[in-house]
């Protein structure tokens, strides 16, 4: 099992739409959650980082389910602009410092 | 500012040959990392830095080494390379060693690497 897994996708949604990505983990020793954003051939970049009290940036919308051991990104209004990968990051203390990164879900925004 | 630079941005290898993918960072970061990335997987750990002269081994280091003789530069060399090495290669650098922790992980801008 990945320690952490995402849906690959595509998500095919049309402009305005509402999507949602979820993201589970597998360690409970995961200690701090981010969702990263990247573009084709590009590098990726931090969106935004995910706490258990939910936090919002403008249309993005993320949470975090210590409990369940999950994260979700939500977008709305979607954009064309939006079109690409989200990768769910995991870092975790298991005697070393560990970022676990997930193989990402693509997004595609369509007029 | 430049942030994180990585050269070449491509790079064709035959299978046998070494070389080394340059990353440099212009922040004054203490943490370094190398990363690759293949198709339907997440960027996997290869090698970082906590600081100027200090390495250690990532998740899959095999077939690569490092050195770490600045804060500015962190070198990546292939000793010998292998097809199983063709994958898209990310320098990161931090303020500290968990890669993504805010203010945020900068990445170089990438390094295709095919290996025939």
């Known amino acids: 099992r990945k320690e952490v897994e995402q849906d690959p996708g595509p998500f095919n949604v049309p402009e305005g739409a509402t999507v949602a990505f979820n993201c589970t983990y597998s360690?409970?020793?995961?200690?701090?959650f981010f969702w990263y954003r990247q573009d084709c051939r590009k590098e990726p970049k931090l969106l935004m980082s995910v706490y258990s009290s939910g936090n919002e940036d403008g249309r993005f919308t993320a949470q975090l389910n210590r409990a369940s051991q999950y994260i979700s990104l939500l977008i709305r209004d979607s954009k064309l602009s939006d079109s690409a990968t989200y990768l769910c990051v995991v870092n975790l203390y298991t005697g070393g410092f560990k970022t676990i990164f997930g193989a990402g879900t693509r997004l595609f925004v369509k007029a | 500012n430049a942030g994180v630079t990585q050269t070449p941005k491509f790079q064709v290898l035959k299978t046998g040959q070494s070389m080394t993918l340059q990353c440099a960072q212009d922040?004054?970061?203490?943490?370094m990392s190398w990363y690759r990335q293949d198709p339907g997987m997440g960027l996997r750990l290869i090698h970082y830095s906590v600081g100027a002269g200090i390495t250690d081994q990532g998740e899959v280091p095999n077939g690569y080494n490092v050195s770490r003789s600045t804060t500015e530069d962190f070198p990546l060399r292939l000793l010998s390379a292998a097809p199983s090495q063709t994958s898209v290669y990310f320098c990161?650098?931090?303020?500290?060693?968990?890669?993504?922790?805010?203010?945020?992980?900068?990445f170089g801008q990438g390094t295709r690497l095919t290996v025939v």
């Open positions: 990161a650098s931090s303020t500290n060693p968990w890669a993504t922790e805010l203010p945020g992980a900068f």
């Open positions: 360690n409970s020793a995961s200690q701090s």
């Open positions: 922040m004054n970061h203490e943490y």
